[in-house]
């Protein structure tokens, strides 16, 4: 098969300024190099541990990794006492700033009283170290301390998106066999209140259809909005009757650095969730150091801005862990960024002094889409740094960023990375790296990954491979919650003999060895024979400059194998011009990449189907292009966008 290359593009050296005030250098890379497990040694020596560790990596039992062998800690003691320990209890942890307006900043100190609070309750319904604690709430300051109590008790928690449906709740939580549910009445949605404790009543169900395991549902008061709030006797608690009585004193007992911290299914997939396990030790060593490093993390100097959700990996790591673990302050939005308006986000990174904004490819398309009239019209000075995250960002997007929101200077970190690998792995490092927009760039110093052929032989530039991560790393996943069959299938049988983790990524070097990721490979699409990335060809379609977003997939077709076909939102203001405007597109992608990869058929439409985490349902895309019922909706943001699709799509 031969391979599409696209343009060469333009490269950003780090600035002198920017360069001499780094954390990193270059000679981390070197350090790495030299002797990789002392290495990640030295990260691991930034967390406090209770009982020092022996063995860097015991990879005996591979693909089960043991990181920092016997080596003991307390995680929730590593993000939150050790700072009030240090003096610094009375810096902000979190500006957390609700959807209708409503605000509060809470201390390392605060944040020291609430998690014992939660840790105190936990124990005294009989929780101890190994249970299962379902967690399934909006972007609430206790959905944060409800974790770290967890964490502080040996429970693992298993985040559940709020956004999800009552049956994704109940089968992660059968799965898990979670003994505490933790939630809130209800949640505010644009604007407006929605119930939340509804879903958990619908999942966990009664009589004898009820969820086993569940012992207590937990519920915060947010939203208030319901006075016949349904109450299962027994079993339902308040956060406020309870949690809130609570002595504010805890002391926290260290555990084993593998014990296991958290467990978070992935989503968006098809058949039974996959319970990603993460344990302490490891993973809390590559949350923190790719923070400090990736994001240049100033303490008592920087803020911090993650968009994601805690109901996705990102906002395990770098909202909860990695963050706090390093004492930073840091902004938890609770609301969609056009409530009240669009201004939301600027508003906020003005009123705050945001200076690391870490986002998704997709919002910013979305700010693009909403035009720079917006953030224009902010004081966006204070940021210092840009971080993307979750898919290819494309050309355009990466540019239109650092311009409009990094004030033409701030460098981008574009970060690749999953669930399963619980941290950041490929990614530049600011003051050091020279970036190209669209790459990722490099493996983190510690990290290995490499990119190979079907038989596992290097590709050269500009061919398309498989991504694979060679080497070990601390925060790598220790398996699927219960299959440890499905585990070793999943993710180390394509390169058995080498014993390699496939990340499913399709991805290629440049000719200076930079790395593009280019999706999934189930969204590498076969024309003809032709290898072509379906964020390939969306780059090239948001390059013009009337479309703010697409979406391309590869639909079957009968005499091509596959046939491309897009979906695309225009910007603001443009209009359709109908065939006039389809030719065009199908020309930019003919110059941008090839003949080859012209869509077959364009549509262009109001909406594109999202999970929350900001992927594109590829999946339910094909469903609609290639006239099949749809399959799976329940993890769609907007299952609704489907209407809108199918009227416009002739
Ligand atoms: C952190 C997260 C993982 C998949 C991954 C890849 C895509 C994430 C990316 C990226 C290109 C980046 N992905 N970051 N693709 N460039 N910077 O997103 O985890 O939800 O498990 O998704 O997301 O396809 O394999 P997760």
Redesign the pocket.
Known sequence: MTSTTAHPVESFPPSEEFAAQANAGAELYDRAEADRLEFWAEQARRLDWADDFGEVLDWSDAPVAKWFVGGRLNVSYNCVDRHVAAGKGDRVAIHWVGEPGDSRDITYAQLLSEVSKAANYFTSIGLTAGDRVAIYMPMVPEAIVSMLACARLGLTHSVVFAGFSAGALRSRVDDAEAKLVITTDGQYRRGKPAPLKEAVDEALGTGDGAAASVQKVLVVRRTNHDPDLNWVEGRDVWWEDTVDEQSAAHEPEAFDSEHPLFLLY?SGTTGKPKGIVHTSGGYLTQASYTFHYVFDHKEGRDVFWCGADIG???GHTYLVYGPLSNGATEIIYEGTPNSPDEHRHFEVIEKYGVTIYYIAPTLIRTFMKWGRDIPDAHDLSSVRLLG??????NPEAWRWFREVIGGGKAPIV???????TGGIMISPLPGVTTTKPGS?MAPLPGISATIVDDNGNPVSAGEQGYLVLDKPWPAMLRGIWGDPVRFKETYWSRFAEQGWYF???GARYDDDHALW?L??VDDVMNVSGHRISTSEVESALVGHSGVAEAAVIGAADETTGQGIVAFVILREGVENTGEQLIAELRRQVSIEISPIAKPREINVVPELPKTR?G?IMRRLLKDVAEGRELGDTSTLVDPSVFEAIRSRKS
């Open positions: 992935t996705w990996v990102t993307s995250v979750g898919e290819p960002i574009d970060t690749w990375w999953q669930t399963e990722a990340a499913g990524d990721v999706g999934r985490s992927k």
